[in-house]
């Protein structure tokens, strides 16, 4: 029996499954999407959408929650402003898991692990200043003795 029993094990020990998962989330966050096994889509959805939820927020404790499962505070940083741009209007729901295919080898399901809204970067906004007016260059004379 599985009593009191929380998640998937995946076929490996505590901490290779929770690298696992970051490398899954850093990717997902990366590109948008992921395509896994339909096991390890269902496994990282929930700490995805957790994710996703304290992004939105962005207060200080949201993003220092999220720093503790990158460890990169420029990542988390471009992941926060991402997601708010691009999400800020939902409250929950923020990924879908969509059927692929099998895959070759073994015949494993194949699941795509995305966002409802494309993710959509943003440009830093460039200053152009106006040309300053190119100086004459004063010629410099060499007199021989």
């Known amino acids: 029996m599985r009593h009191r029993i929380l998640g998937r094990q995946l076929n490996r020990t505590a901490k290779l499954r929770w690298s696992l998962f970051r490398s899954q989330l850093r990717s997902l ?8 096994t339909e096991a390890k889509a269902k496994s990282i959805l929930n700490n995805a959408e ?8 962005g207060t ?6 999220i720093n503790k499962t990158f460890a990169n505070e420029k990542f988390v940083k471009e992941i926060v402003a ?3 741009n691009s999400l800020s209007g939902r409250t929950s729901n923020f990924l879908k898991i969509q059927r692929v295919g099998f895959r070759q080898g073994d015949n494993a399901l194949i699941s795509k692990l995305s966002f409802y809204k494309e993710l959509v ?9 106006p040309k300053a007016k190119k100086a004459k ?9």
């Open 29 to 36: 966050f990366t590109y948008g999407f992921i395509n896994t």
């Open 50 to 57: 957790k994710i996703t939820g304290l992004a939105i927020k």
């Open 60 to 65: 200080i404790n949201d993003i220092k929650e």
């Open 82 to 84: 991402k997601i708010q």
């Open 121 to 129: 970067a943003i440009k830093p906004e460039i200053k152009l200043e």
């Open 137 to 145: 260059a004063a010629k410099l004379v060499v007199k021989k003795n």
